[in-house]
């Protein structure tokens, strides 16, 4: 079992799976954060290395502050490698030559846990406080969006409320 | 005693561990509990599990117990009906590349077992995996295909592998992975060096680590480099013991390989640190590729797999295409001919079946296959797919089985106790022309699949 924040990781489990256990992190997400710390799609959480667990709790616990990563250069069909014997600190120079500029990354955005319940709980005690119809119904513990109530809205009558559990 | 017949033998196998043997009789359902281990059996009755969140209940699932119908113990099972030793009844010749000549068309061969098998070892494409468990000796017949092949082999084996770079095409189930184990076979058998890769999607599909490189700027796979290393040194491990370096060999964070190494000693770094294992096959390949003493042959099972895009994500979530990943790069070279063998040749089979990595467009065009949709001058090739695919023979295997070849099958399954009803000519002709004389659909869809009594 791997620990990340909080939330237990099951060994059995595909990573790219395993992380949709995270509050706030869908499968699209998930496939995302794979992607950006090279896990494949079919690697189990136990097969992950200690640096990309360190990497995925480090990203995790701040992805706002993460640093962005470069798009790094591709070898055409043509290009010869360097010898084996090159120096890393030569290969690292020509790479950051020769990577190109990050764009937009979706990733630094996300909120997962804590954050993303404040966000809905925020978004909900909004509501209330302008005196909106949604925060009404929300603090009356009935369905917001126009369900009917002669009949169902259970749900609704037993999640609703004002500091909603997100 | 009837034994079992193939679609019983298939049912068992659902039930049965991935074990050697043919026919494996475990059932874990049929075990006791252990001494001392408690069995909760659920109760009878509504009974509901608390829901910690609203106090409501919900009820609980039942157990499933099985009153009537206990099975039998493994143990018990001494009904000649169960045994898994059958008399071999299938009396077939080695295949055996001297006997190789027209005079053996149409005869099904059985593929020799020792240890060194490049089957065992290499793997199998999942469908002829299971053929090759279904019958009690894996075997193949001799078509006319096989002997151009073979022919082609022969001229290879003195030509540089650059002039000899071939893919096999045909329709879905006309025996293209088929033939690639004959070819792979024979060349083991006449002593060159083989590497074959039985399911190339598996290069593609994401499901072996990626890792990317600043030396080669290629995404790496060292646990793949380094499971095909192994195989590799398995297979053909009487002549690589043969084999030294004739260059300085660097490898990153490790003293250069001198010149006149065994090659087998190079392939040891590979062993001892996975990531050392795609430079360090990359050098055996480029080593064998320079040496005259034995041809080599590579041969690729979903040949089209490299040349479509691959489910890889880079950092960026763009996805990387297969000739940025190390060992797809490593083919495509071999099979673009831009590193070549001194003798040998490189042999590629299309899979018409894998919808996930159809055949592109680019491998289509340099192969000169027809299609019924036409893509006209305004449809983008990819220029390097393009560059890699140039040059590449295709030989055409036919779609349709020949009658002798069609009944040496038949007599195969036949002899093998597969045919639920009574085999004769009638049976035998009307399978084969639902079959339309397809190999694939005539074992599968016609022989295997027979309900008629």
Same mark, same amino acid.
């Given at each position: 079992?791997v620990?990340?924040?909080?939330?237990?990781?099951?060994?059995?489990?595909?990573?790219?799976?395993?992380?949709?256990?995270?509050?706030?992190?869908?499968?699209?997400?998930?496939?995302?954060?794979?992607?950006?710390?090279?896990?494949?799609?079919?690697?189990?959480?136990?097969?992950?290395?200690?640096?990309?667990?360190?990497?995925?709790?480090?990203?995790?616990s701040?992805?706002?502050?993460?640093?962005?990563?470069?798009?790094?250069?591709?070898?055409?069909?043509?290009?010869?490698?360097?010898?084996?014997?090159?120096?890393?600190?030569?290969?690292?120079?020509?790479t950051?030559?020769?990577?190109?500029?990050?764009?937009?990354?979706?990733?630094?955005?996300?909120?997962?846990?804590?954050?993303?319940?404040?966000?809905?709980?925020?978004?909900?005690?909004?509501?209330?406080?302008?005196?909106?119809?949604?925060?009404?119904?929300?603090?009356?513990?009935?369905?917001?969006?126009?369900?009917?109530?002669?009949?169902?809205?259970?749900?609704?009558?037993?999640?609703?409320?004002?500091?909603?559990?997100? | 005693?009837?034994?079992?017949?193939?679609?019983?033998?298939v049912?068992?196998?659902?039930?049965a561990?991935?074990?050697?043997?043919?026919?494996?009789? $475990?059932?874990?359902?049929?075990?006791?509990?252990?001494?001392?281990?408690?069995?909760?059996?659920?109760?009878?009755?509504?009974?509901?599990?608390?829901?910690?969140?609203?106090?409501q209940?919900?009820?609980?699932?039942?157990d499933?117990?099985?009153?009537?119908?206990?099975?039998?113990?493994?143990?018990q099972?001494?009904h000649?009906?169960?045994?898994?030793?059958?008399?071999?009844?299938?009396?077939?010749?080695?295949?055996?590349?001297e006997?190789?000549?027209?005079?053996?068309?149409?005869?099904?061969?059985?593929?020799?077992?020792?240890?060194?098998?490049?089957?065992?070892?290499?793997?199998?494409?999942?469908?002829?995996?299971?053929?090759?468990?279904?019958?009690?000796?894996?075997?193949?017949?001799?078509?006319?295909? $096989?002997?151009?092949?073979?022919?082609?082999?022969?001229?290879?084996?003195?030509?540089?592998?650059?002039?000899?770079?071939v893919?096999?095409?045909?329709?879905?189930?006309?025996?293209?992975?088929?033939?690639?184990?004959?070819?792979?076979?024979?060349?083991?058998?006449?002593?060159?060096?083989?590497?074959?890769?039985?399911?190339?999607?598996?290069?593609?599909?994401?499901?072996?680590?990626?890792?990317?490189?600043?030396?080669?700027r290629?995404?790496?796979?060292?646990?793949?480099?380094?499971?095909?290393?192994q195989?590799?040194?398995?297979?053909?491990?009487?002549?690589?013991?043969?084999?030294?370096?004739?260059?300085?060999?660097?490898?990153?964070?490790?003293?250069?390989?001198?010149?006149?190494?065994?090659?087998?000693?190079?392939?040891?770094?590979?062993?001892?640190?996975?990531?050392?294992?795609?430079?360090?096959?990359?050098?055996?390949?480029?080593?064998?590729?320079?040496?005259?003493?034995?041809?080599?042959?590579?041969?690729?099972?979903?040949?089209?797999?490299?040349?479509?895009?691959?489910?890889?994500?880079?950092?960026?979530?763009?996805?990387?295409?297969?000739?940025?990943?190390?060992?797809?790069?490593?083919?495509?070279?071999?099979?673009?001919?831009?590193?070549?063998?001194?003798?040998?040749?490189?042999?590629?089979?299309?899979?018409?079946?894998n919808?996930?990595?159809p055949?592109?467009?680019?491998?289509?065009?340099?192969?000169?296959?027809?299609?019924?949709?036409?893509?006209?001058?305004?449809?983008?090739?990819?220029?390097?797919?393009?560059?890699?695919?140039?040059?590449?023979?295709?030989?055409?295997?036919?779609?349709?089985?020949?009658?002798?070849?069609?009944?040496?099958?038949?007599?195969?399954?036949?002899?093998?106790?597969?045919?639920?009803?009574?085999?004769?000519?009638?049976?035998?002709?009307?399978?084969?022309?639902e079959?339309?004389?397809?190999?694939?659909?005539?074992?599968?869809?016609?022989?295997?699949?027979?309900?008629?009594?």
């Open positions: 079992m620990h990340v924040l909080g939330v237990q990781l099951p060994d059995y489990q595909y990573a790219r799976f395993a992380l949709t256990a995270f509050y706030g992190i869908g499968h699209k997400t998930a496939h995302r954060l794979c992607a950006r710390l090279q896990i494949h799609d079919k690697c189990k959480v136990r097969s992950l290395t200690p640096h990309q667990i360190t990497e995925l709790a480090a990203f995790l701040s992805p706002s502050t993460s640093i962005p990563i470069p798009r790094f250069p591709l070898a055409t069909p043509s290009y010869k490698p360097p010898p084996a014997s090159t120096p890393l600190a030569v290969l690292k120079e020509e950051k030559k020769l990577s190109q500029r990050a764009w937009a990354d979706p990733l630094r955005n996300i909120k997962i846990e804590s954050e993303a319940r404040r966000v809905v709980k925020d978004n909900i005690a909004h509501q209330r406080m302008i005196g909106s119809y949604v925060g009404k119904r929300h603090a009356m513990g009935l369905p917001v969006r126009g369900q009917n109530t002669q009949n169902n809205a259970r749900t609704a009558k037993k999640l609703n409320r004002v500091d909603r559990r997100g | 005693m009837l034994a079992l017949s193939v679609r019983q033998r049912a068992c196998q659902l039930f561990s991935t074990s050697s043997s043919p026919l494996v009789q $475990t059932r874990s359902y049929a075990t006791q509990p252990k001494k001392g281990q408690i069995v909760k059996q659920a109760s009878q009755g509504f009974k509901g599990k608390k829901d910690t969140f609203s106090g209940m919900e009820p609980a699932k039942k499933k117990k099985m009153m009537a119908f206990q099975p039998l113990p493994v143990s099972l001494s000649p009906l169960f045994e898994s030793d059958r008399p071999d009844t299938l009396n077939l010749q080695s295949f055996h590349p006997m190789l000549t027209r005079v053996v068309e149409s005869q099904a061969l059985k593929f020799p077992h020792n240890d060194n098998d490049p089957f065992r070892i290499f793997g199998l494409p999942r469908n002829i995996l299971v053929e090759f468990r279904l019958l009690s000796k894996p075997c193949s017949v001799i078509r006319s295909v $096989t002997i151009d092949a073979i022919n082609k082999l022969d001229a290879a084996s003195e030509k540089n592998s650059k002039e000899s770079r893919v096999f095409t045909g329709p879905r189930g006309c025996g293209k992975s088929f033939l690639l184990l004959q070819a792979l076979q024979y060349c083991n058998a006449r002593d060159w060096l083989v590497l074959y890769i039985p399911r190339a999607t598996n290069l593609v599909n994401s499901t072996t680590a990626h890792t990317y490189d600043m030396r080669t290629t995404y790496l796979q060292p646990i793949f480099a380094y499971q095909t290393l195989r590799f040194l398995k297979v053909n491990a009487p002549r690589l013991e043969q084999l030294r370096t004739q260059t300085e060999i660097e490898i990153e964070r490790c003293p250069p390989v001198p010149p006149g190494t065994p090659l087998v000693e190079l392939m040891n770094i590979g062993f001892k640190d996975q990531c050392h294992a795609p430079t360090v096959l990359d050098a055996v390949l480029a080593e064998i590729g320079k040496q005259t003493t034995f041809p080599v042959l590579l041969a690729v099972d979903d040949f089209q797999a490299l040349y479509c895009k691959s489910h890889y994500r880079d950092q960026h979530f763009s996805a990387i295409k297969s000739y940025h990943l190390s060992m797809p790069r490593l083919l495509l070279e071999y099979a673009s001919g831009k590193k070549s063998f001194a003798r040998g040749a490189v042999f590629g089979a299309l899979s018409m079946s919808t996930t990595f055949l592109p467009l680019e491998l289509r065009e340099a192969l000169s296959l027809e299609y019924d949709r036409s893509y006209g001058p305004y449809v983008k090739r990819q220029r390097e797919l393009v560059n890699y695919a140039h040059g590449l023979e295709r030989l055409a295997v036919p779609g349709s089985l020949s009658v002798p070849e069609a009944a040496s099958v038949f007599e195969v399954w036949m002899k093998d106790r597969a045919v639920p009803s009574k085999p004769n000519d009638e049976l035998f002709l009307a399978k084969y022309s079959a339309s004389g397809n190999a694939g659909a005539f074992v599968w869809k016609g022989l295997l699949s027979s309900m008629s009594a």
